[in-house]
């Protein structure tokens, strides 16, 4: 939780340090002018008050996983967990079809093949997905929602083909002249961990983790950023960016309705090598 150059920093590395900091630590500014604790609008917050938000992010949103589940079980009969899948694999000789582009920029494994494989005996590997939460005011309570069935979905699908999954939030927000920024990063599952959809869906599909837990940890960082990003009650708490990094599956933050349709992860599962055949 340091400043560097321009961005203050918070990277939480479990759930629970998340949750504890955003509840317990201190702030410049007096509990009466935190927007966090806010009681105003249950619409805006999602909650009446930031005790129920803190409820809420310890113990799961009941409602929401339903929801999620509910979404979760028509996207698993469209797209099977379990069958034969398709690995790519690249190679420096044939038999397989010629990968132009590589082969274009003198990429020694420049022939594409596929192996055919049942799921039980997929590699392990570690896949990573960064999701920059928040969302515009013109965004519909229902993509926000089909925003977490698509991440359920994917996990899902990725740790029934063998990969481990770890998801992580982040929030990236700064002035409009961007002279500061403030990010926060909170590891929300990791690889070993199982698939807790009450906790996801309220990571990923509840309004109070961003206005009510990250904005309490917003108002805990020094004074030149609170005045910059014009965090106070009533305040904007800065303009959302989206947080980009090479490497994991990442998705921006909701500045419109989107369409998080099957063929969307069929699409993340052909980029991490998957091919659904059945």
Same mark, same amino acid.
């Given at each position: %939780?340091?400043?560097?150059?321009?961005?203050?920093?918070?990277?939480?590395?479990?759930?629970?340090?998340?949750?504890?900091? =955003?509840?317990?630590?201190?702030? @410049?500014?007096?509990?009466?002018?935190?927007?966090?604790?806010?009681?105003?609008?249950?619409?805006?917050?999602?909650?009446?008050?930031?005790?129920?938000?803190?409820? @809420?992010?310890?113990?799961?949103?009941?409602?929401?996983?339903?929801?999620?589940?509910?979404?979760?079980?028509?996207?698993?009969?469209?797209?099977?967990?379990?069958?034969?899948?398709?690995?790519?694999? !690249?190679?420096?000789?044939?038999?397989?079809?010629?990968?132009?582009?590589?082969?274009?920029?003198?990429? #020694?494994?420049? %022939?594409?093949?596929?192996?055919?494989?049942?799921?039980?005996?997929?590699?392990?590997?570690?896949?990573?997905?960064?999701?920059?939460?928040?969302? !515009? =005011?013109?965004?519909?309570? =229902?993509?926000?929602?089909?925003?977490?069935?698509?991440?359920?979905?994917?996990?899902?699908?990725?740790?029934?083909?063998?990969?481990?999954?770890?998801?992580?939030?982040?929030? @990236?927000?700064?002035?409009?002249?961007?002279?500061?920024?403030?990010?926060?990063?909170?590891?929300?599952?990791?690889?070993?961990? #199982?698939?807790?959809?009450? /906790?996801?869906?309220?990571?990923?599909?509840? #309004?109070?983790?961003?206005? /009510?837990?990250?904005?309490?940890?917003?108002?805990?960082?020094?004074?030149?950023?609170? !005045?910059?990003?014009?965090?106070?009650?009533?305040?904007?708490?800065?303009?959302?960016?989206?947080?980009?990094?090479?490497?994991?599956?990442?998705?921006?933050? @909701?500045?419109?309705?989107?369409?998080?349709? %099957?063929?969307?992860?069929?699409?993340?599962?052909?980029?991490?090598?998957?091919?659904?055949?059945?």
């Amino acid at each position: %939780m340091e400043p560097n150059n321009n961005t203050f920093t918070f990277n939480f590395t479990t759930w629970d340090d998340f949750v504890r900091t =955003s509840n317990y630590g201190e702030s @410049l500014i007096p509990i009466s002018n935190r927007e966090s604790r806010s009681t105003y609008s249950n619409e805006f917050f999602g909650t009446t008050t930031f005790e129920e938000a803190i409820n @809420l992010a310890l113990n799961g949103w009941p409602e929401g996983a339903d929801k999620i589940m509910k979404g979760l079980e028509i996207t698993l009969n469209d797209i099977p967990s379990y069958g034969y899948t398709r690995e790519v694999v !690249r190679q420096v000789r044939g038999p397989g079809v010629l990968d132009f582009h590589r082969y274009s920029i003198g990429h #020694p494994q420049a %022939m594409i093949s596929w192996n055919k494989k049942y799921v039980s005996i997929q590699s392990g590997k570690i896949v990573r997905i960064l999701v920059n939460i928040g969302a !515009r =005011s013109i965004v519909s309570p =229902s993509t926000i929602i089909q925003q977490g069935v698509y991440i359920c979905s994917l996990i899902d699908h990725l740790e029934s083909l063998g990969r481990r999954v770890e998801l992580d939030i982040v929030s @990236l927000a700064s002035d409009k002249e961007r002279k500061a920024r403030i990010l926060v990063q909170v590891k929300v599952k990791k690889a070993q961990d #199982p698939l807790d959809i009450n /906790r996801i869906a309220f990571a990923v599909a509840h #309004p109070s983790c961003l206005r /009510r837990l990250i904005f309490s940890l917003r108002e805990q960082t020094p004074a030149t950023f609170l !005045r910059t990003l014009n965090i106070r009650s009533g305040g904007g708490y800065g303009f959302s960016l989206s947080y980009k990094e090479t490497g994991p599956i990442v998705l921006g933050y @909701l500045s419109c309705d989107e369409d998080f349709s %099957m063929e969307r992860i069929k699409g993340q599962l052909a980029q991490q090598g998957i091919e659904v055949l059945i």
